[in-house]
């Protein structure tokens, strides 16, 4: 093997055992209980825009495409039901 190509394993075996090692890993921090307590609060908000500002956009953008891509369709049909005529 070249000097260049074992440089490139040993380099890549490095990596690879850092990458895997539990040594270096930072403690995480567990928020299962606050969203726990977030999501199961009985205060009239669907379960699905619990989750603050970015779920409502989530949910808007969803039902918009939704929206869009069913008239899209609907357009579509109709446009092969009733061909043009040339």
Excluded at 1 to 15: K, N, V, Y
Excluded at 25 to 48: A, M, S, Y
């Amino acid at each position: 093997m070249s000097g260049l190509a074992t440089r490139g394993l040993r380099a890549f075996q490095q990596l690879s055992q850092r990458s895997f090692s539990t040594a270096s890993r930072r403690r995480v921090v567990n928020r299962v209980p606050e969203k726990q307590k977030i999501f199961q609060e009985d205060n009239g908000i669907p379960v699905h825009l619990k989750g603050g500002f970015g779920d409502a956009v989530l949910y808007r953008l969803t039902m918009a495409l939704t929206a869009g891509g069913t008239v899209y369709v609907l357009y579509q049909l109709v446009n092969i039901a009733f061909p043009q005529k040339k």
